[in-house]
């Protein structure tokens, strides 16, 4: 028999790096000029008194190296403010974007320098430039939570609803990473709460996913659709039950979240709640009216997988809501010869209380007793049985 492969870990992925300057300046060719390849060294290290000289012999503070990065880049992405503005002084182009498509800005913002920032949007710096993979300084900044270059960025004009190539925008990393702040900010701003990334989830499933309530409260306030299934057919009330994130349940339940819909392997919240112990959640879920007996495509019960990971308490619960305590899946394996088989002597116990049959057979012609190995639960079922 094989466990239960209900809901897998969500697979979003953003692509919030970018290009580390110092492992480009470590490979750059040194057949380029000198002076061009100190410049980048010495923005890179910040040492102005160097950058100052050189820039005053001429060097172009454009020069790109063979990744495309400019000494305005590095010295944005390591925090150097003094060198930022000789380069600019020197009419440094912001714009330039290296070979993943990242700018002076977009390594300004990812990493906090709120002073650059603002040096490179007074020299007209594109806000809405993306990189390779379609991520925006707004984006990285929403991400990282700071918000100051947020509301710089914002009132500037950036296009709060820009995706990247995942479809992913500021609202929802911001909703991921719990930025409540932020995320006003971008509403405020009239960002799209229905947008859906490429796996059709919305910035409702990142804050779900976890456990922002009062998030999941202000984009409920924005119609945000609240049963709206991801391409695994997963929804936020599933992801928020599978992480165990009680307040976001019973936010999303308040709110209408429908307890029955199933997953690509028809797993219900309540499955979810059975599998991973998550005893409060089970309650909520059943006091909404969540269907105790509703299976997964492999046949799996809540009742089967709280007997499969040995959680007595939780089978007590589903066994008072009426579940059916006899129950098989596709296999023909019931709760009790899970719970016998996994060695959960205390789940074996409670179901054999509550009235359990230990004759059963599985589709192989195997009882619970034929199934476990462990000398306790072989006591208790001998005392059990009948046949």
Not at 2 to 17: G, R
Request: with cysteine; hydrophobic share 45%.
């Amino acid at each position: 028999m094989n466990n239960i492969k209900i809901l897998a870990e969500h697979t979003y992925k953003l692509i919030l790096s970018t290009c580390i300057a110092s492992i480009f300046l470590l490979y750059t060719p040194f057949s380029v000029a000198d002076d061009e390849m100190e410049l980048l060294k010495s923005a890179f290290s910040g040492k102005t008194a160097t950058v100052e000289e050189l820039l005053a012999k001429g060097v172009n503070p454009d020069w790109q190296n063979d990744k495309g990065f400019t000494a305005l880049m590095v010295a944005s992405q390591y925090g150097h403010t003094d060198v930022v503005n000789m380069l600019l002084d020197k009419n440094a182009q912001p714009n330039l974007q290296n070979v993943g498509g990242t700018t002076a800005l977009i390594l300004a913002a990812k990493n906090g320098h709120e002073a650059i920032v603002t040096e490179l949007l007074k020299k007209d710096a594109n806000f809405d430039l993306q990189t390779n993979d379609g991520i925006t300084a707004l984006i990285l900044a929403a991400s990282d939570g700071y918000a100051a270059i947020v509301d710089a960025l914002l009132e500037k004009g950036a296009n709060v609803n820009l995706q990247t190539k995942e479809g992913v925008t500021a609202l929802m990393v911001a909703s991921l990473e719990g930025h409540a702040t932020i995320v006003d900010m971008l509403l405020a701003k009239n960002a799209k709460v229905e947008i859906q990334a490429t796996d059709n989830t919305t910035a409702l499933y990142m804050a779900a996913r976890n456990g922002h309530a009062a998030i999941i409260a202000t984009l409920l306030a924005k119609n945000v659709p609240i049963n709206l299934q991801a391409l695994n057919h997963s929804t936020a009330l599933m992801i928020a039950t599978q992480n165990g994130h009680t307040t976001a349940v019973k936010t999303l339940l308040e709110a209408g979240a429908e307890t029955d819909l199933q997953d690509n392997n028809g797993a219900s919240a309540l499955t979810l709640a059975a599998l991973h112990g998550h005893q409060e959640i089970v309650e909520l879920l059943l006091e909404k009216g969540a269907n105790v007996d509703l299976q997964a495509k492999n046949g799996f019960t809540p009742l089967i997988l709280a007997a499969q990971n040995g959680y007595p308490e939780i089978i007590n619960i589903l066994l008072k809501k009426g579940a059916k305590i006899d129950q098989k899946n596709q296999d023909g394996v019931t709760a009790l010869m899970w719970a016998a088989l996994h060695g959960h002597e205390d789940a074996v116990k409670t179901l054999l209380t509550n009235g359990a049959n230990p004759d059963l057979k599985s589709n192989t012609g195997k009882t619970a007793l034929e199934i476990t190995k462990d000398p306790s639960i072989t006591e208790l079922l001998k005392a059990a049985t009948v046949g």
